[in-house]
């Protein structure tokens, strides 16, 4: 049985993860409360500020990432620097 979660809990909601941990729980938590899909989304955590970097399929997901990201506990800013994937930005 893996150990990983594959989906957002509140047991991670501990307020003192390291900087991985808090990366992980947030982009768990932006597949969670969102749908968007993050295999093109990193997450860098320095501290309490997360940075958001990568693709996504559409203009709105960037705003909706963001605002996902800045609700997890444990975070006190947020830099999106999502941009929309290439291939999808011409339609």
Avoid: W
Avoid at 1 to 13: A, R, V
Avoid at 15 to 40: G, M, N, Q
């Amino acid at each position: 049985m893996s150990t990983e979660h594959p989906f957002y809990s509140h047991k991670d909601d501990d307020p003192h993860l390291t900087d991985d941990d808090l990366a992980e729980k947030v982009l768990r938590y932006i597949r969670y409360a969102t749908f968007i899909d993050t295999s093109d989304i990193s997450v860098m955590a320095v501290g309490g500020m997360v940075v958001l970097s990568g693709n996504v399929a559409q203009e709105a997901d960037i705003a909706c990432a963001g605002e996902a990201a800045a609700s997890v506990i444990g975070v006190s800013s947020v830099e999106n620097r999502l941009t929309v994937r290439p291939d999808e930005a011409k339609d």
